[in-house]
């Protein structure tokens, strides 16, 4: 299992819900939390490691592993907050990002049971970062478009050196 990077289509796909939360859907989810942790990351998408399907998993900084299957952001607060926000597979690229401070989120954990959680801070961050990749949309995608094609540039730049 690796986590693909900018440049990979899967990325951009609209993911499709999960069928039935199984045997094989919760060991892909242990798969990805230590892929996850591996990288250092917060939160790993199922687009992420070319699995184009409606799941992802995260740690905030309570420490707790949430899986989110079928996820649906059914509410987001007017205010607004920025936070700097760096990807798996937007390697070395952080940016800031404008999002809605808090969020209600509905999803179902892996034991397939429905669950509404209310988050802000970090935890909302996360959850909304993860989201979008279930959209095919990435972080970069809600910044300055001028930031955006430097961030490209230089990723596809260090793409390119490491093919070479
Ligand atoms: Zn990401």
């Known amino acids: 299992m690796e986590v693909i990077t900018l440049g990979n289509e899967t990325l951009r796909i609209k993911a499709a819900p999960v069928p039935e939360v199984t045997d094989e859907i919760r060991s892909l989810i242990r798969e990805m939390f230590i892929v996850m ?33 079928n996820p649906q952001i059914i509410q987001t ?9 760096g990807c798996l597979s937007v390697p ?31 935890l909302a961050r996360i959850i909304q970062h993860e989201y979008d990749h279930l959209d095919g949309i990435l972080f970069i995608d809600r910044i300055d478009p001028a930031k955006k094609a430097k961030a490209e540039e230089k990723f596809l730049k260090k793409a390119s050196k490491k093919d070479a």
């Open 37 to 69: 942790e591996k990288a250092d990351g917060v939160g790993l998408a199922a687009p992420q490691i070319g699995l184009s399907i409606r799941l992802f998993v995260l740690k905030a900084d309570d420490g707790i592993e949430r899986a989110f299957i």
């Open 77 to 85: 607060s007017p205010e607004t907050c920025s936070y700097e926000e």
């Open 92 to 122: 070395k690229v952080w940016e800031k990002v404008i999002r809605p401070e808090k969020i209600t989120v509905q999803a179902l954990n892996e034991r397939g049971r429905p669950f509404t959680l209310e988050a802000d801070g970090l």
